[in-house]
């Protein structure tokens, strides 16, 4: 079973930063896209920044030039760096995964990291 574990949610003003990071543990033998969505009561989960075994990183449109998705050094551990953040940007973050671990193929989530953003 591959866990995530997200950090770095938080209340904040607008314009201030954020930093979340997402750490995959288990017997994971390949990822092959890990990222960050995003949900806000009503809506439906919507994909803030995701990097793909090609190398491929999306950005949703409202993010672009703000957000910053990277990945560390131990490649099962993501961060998503937040500046210039606006109300709109409060949600419930969601790390997630998916690829191969030793038993089976993976499609994990964590259990999301509230961001605030208001004055």
């Known amino acids: 079973q591959v866990q995530l574990v997200e950090s770095g949610g938080g209340l904040v003003q607008p314009g201030e930063s954020l930093r979340?990071?997402?750490a995959a543990s288990g017997s994971i033998v390949s990822i092959n896209t890990?990222?960050?969505?995003?949900q806000t009561p009503g809506k439906?989960?919507?994909?803030?920044a995701r990097l793909t075994s090609s190398g491929s990183l999306d950005y949703a449109d409202s993010v672009k030039?703000?957000?910053i998705f990277s990945r560390a050094g131990i490649k099962n551990t993501v961060y998503l760096r937040m500046n210039s953040l606006k109300p709109?940007?409060?949600a419930v973050y969601y790390c997630h995964a998916e690829g191969t671990s030793a038993y089976s193929d993976f499609n994990s989530?964590?259990?999301g990291t509230q961001v605030t953003v208001s004055s």
């Open 20 to 22: 979340l990071s997402c």
């Open 34 to 38: 890990m990222g960050w969505y995003r």
């Open 44 to 48: 439906e989960r919507e994909l803030v």
């Open 65 to 67: 030039g703000r957000f």
């Open 88 to 90: 709109e940007d409060t």
């Open 109 to 111: 989530w964590g259990q």
